[in-house]
């Protein structure tokens, strides 16, 4: 037989009318009835609230309302904080994105100052005017970021607390600078070498979005330090004779072999074309070697 689950007396009880009848309760405890009296004791000796001596609410309507505001303008940064980044030189910069004005939000300009909690942003209270500086500058700034899409929250949490403490500007040495300018400049030239150089032939040019060598080469360059040997890279047609070149360090003249068809007399081969092929080689960084395989 089925068991029958008794519904919680206040299921059906309005949230509005509950939430005055605890204002109430807190302001006077005897100008509620006495099955409610002892319902708000318990609920807020288990939340390990003090009674003794309250003559009135912690928190208004009004602040509770702010609060959640707050919280949610939080979120709303992380979630779509990218739509207002300036990441095209050619254009103007956007003000103010309309989805993260202040009044979408209960809030305005007279909050600024105003302390609220803010749980696990940076430090657990903060006035309004930090979190919006701290959230402009980490989404809405020259990077644009965005991850709320990833399901799980560890990940989400690791990337924020990355992200937001340096507000997005990590501190790169001049050396780490200019490796990250030669990199980029690598896979630019190279681009533009076999566009000049073999205008006809097909390669899946990598233009537009070269910053994937200097990345590439990053994560590279902090694998040994992470006690990480091997590396078995994966990716489609796209930039992966740049990859080729830039990040498994296959010779230049290698690949430009295969745009000439030069191989050696009795030279065997696959005969698969030149950005299906893959490479192995044992790169060494200032952390170790590391052993890559695309």
Request: glycine share 8%; proline share 5%.
């Amino acid at each position: 037989m089925a068991r029958t689950i008794k519904s919680s007396f206040a299921e059906n009880i309005s949230g509005e009318w509950l939430e005055s009848l605890y204002t109430r309760w807190q302001t006077d405890p005897s100008s509620v009835p006495d099955d409610w009296r002892h319902f708000f004791s318990g609920f807020d000796l288990g939340s390990g609230q003090e009674l003794q001596g309250r003559n009135k609410p912690e928190h208004d309507g009004t602040s509770s309302l702010k609060l959640s505001g707050v919280q949610s303008l939080i979120y709303r940064y992380r979630s779509i904080g990218h739509l207002q980044a300036c990441t095209d030189p050619l254009s103007p910069c956007l003000l103010e994105h309309p989805l993260l004005s202040l009044a979408n939000f209960d809030l305005d300009l007279s909050d600024l100052d105003e302390t609220f909690t803010t749980r696990r942003f940076l430090k657990p209270d903060a006035t309004l005017r930090e979190v919006r500086e701290t959230m402009q500058e980490t989404y809405c700034r020259e990077i644009g970021v965005e991850f709320m899409h990833i399901q799980d929250p560890e990940e989400r949490q690791w990337l924020i607390d990355r992200m937001e403490p340096c507000r997005n500007r990590p501190q790169v040495s001049d050396d780490e600078r200019l490796n990250l300018l030669e990199k980029l400049h690598e896979a630019a030239l190279f681009e533009l070498f076999l566009q000049r150089r073999f205008p006809a032939q097909k390669r899946f040019s990598l233009e537009g979005g070269d910053i994937l060598i200097p990345v590439l080469d990053a994560v590279a360059r902090s694998c040994p330090q992470a006690g990480i040997s091997d590396v078995i890279l994966g990716m489609a047609h796209r930039g992966r004779l740049n990859v080729l070149a830039h990040i498994m360090g296959k010779p230049y003249e290698n690949i430009f072999a295969e745009f000439r068809d030069a191989f050696a007399v009795g030279f065997a081969g696959d005969g698969d074309v030149k950005y299906h092929k893959g490479y192995s080689a044992e790169r060494t960084f200032p952390g170790g070697s590391l052993h890559l395989t695309l």
